[in-house]
């Protein structure tokens, strides 16, 4: 079993191929051993997820409540995380 099983609902990926490549998504739901269903608030919303091969992602370790989740919160909680990531390259960079 490999690291890329060990994902959970809720969870944050980051899109290795495809159209959405580079973007942040959460895990909506695990279908099986090889896809999940995957959302971000904007383009796919959660009353129309993406399925995605589970290879084709990267894990972030962060994981967001699915608790009384709207389009609006996920789209607030993945930018927030894109922009964390963003200040810490910049300070990186110094």
């Known amino acids: 079993m490999s690291q890329y099983n060990k994902l959970e609902t809720g969870q944050v990926v980051l899109s290795t191929c495809g159209r959405d490549v580079g973007k942040l998504q ?24 993406k399925k995605k091969k589970i290879k084709h992602l990267q894990k972030y370790n962060k ?16 930018n927030n995380l894109k922009k964390e990531d ?4 910049v300070q ?3």
């Open 92 to 94: 990186r960079s110094y």
């Open 86 to 89: 963003q200040d810490k390259d």
């Open 26 to 49: 959460m895990v909506l739901e695990i279908l099986d051993d090889s896809y999940v269903l995957v959302v971000d608030g904007k383009q796919r919303k959660i009353e129309k997820p």
């Open 63 to 78: 994981k967001l409540q699915l608790e009384n989740l709207t389009d609006k919160k996920l789209r607030y909680m993945l």
